[in-house]
C-alpha cells in the first residue's frame, strides 16, 4: 500500500502562488506517474499535470505557462509551483501516484483564490 500526504493549500489572491507537495510513503518500489488533479465544487474531478520518472510532463492548456510540476524521486514526493493564480483555479487538488499499474490518491488539498 502506498499512501499519499499532499500540503501547501491555502487561500491565496489573485495573481499569488502557492505551492503544492505530496509526499509518498509505505511501499514503494517503483513509482512511475505521478500527477495533480483537481475538482471544483459541482464539477469532475479533472487532470492538471503529469510527470513521469524520466521527468517527462504533461499539462491541461488552462494551465500551461503558470503551473510547473517536479518530482523528488529520492524522496517519493512531487510538486506542484502554481503562479499567476486565477479565481478558476479554486479547487480540492488531489496527487495521485501509479506503481505497477495501480493509482493511489491522496485525500487532497484545498486551494482558493480570491478575486
Known amino acids: 500500500q502506498v499512501h499519499l500526504v499532499e500540503s501547501g493549500g491555502g487561500l491565496v489572491q489573485a495573481g499569488g502562488s502557492l505551492r503544492l507537495s505530496c509526499a509518498a510513503s509505505?511501499?514503494?518500489?517503483?513509482?512511475?506517474?505521478m500527477g495533480w488533479y483537481r475538482q471544483a465544487p459541482g464539477k469532475q474531478r479533472d487532470l492538471v499535470a503529469t510527470?513521469?520518472?524520466?521527468?517527462?510532463?504533461n499539462y491541461v492548456d488552462s494551465v500551461k505557462g503558470r503551473f510547473t510540476i517536479s518530482r523528488d524521486n529520492a524522496k517519493n514526493t512531487v510538486y506542484l509551483q502554481m503562479n499567476s493564480l486565477k479565481p478558476e483555479d479554486t479547487a480540492v487538488y488531489y496527487c495521485?501516484?501509479?506503481?505497477?499499474?495501480?493509482?493511489?490518491w491522496g485525500k487532497g488539498t484545498l486551494v482558493t483564490v480570491s478575486s
Open positions: 495521485k501516484v501509479s506503481q505497477y499499474g495501480i493509482n493511489y
Open positions: 509505505g511501499s514503494i518500489f517503483s513509482i512511475n506517474a
Open positions: 510527470i513521469n520518472r524520466d521527468g517527462s510532463t
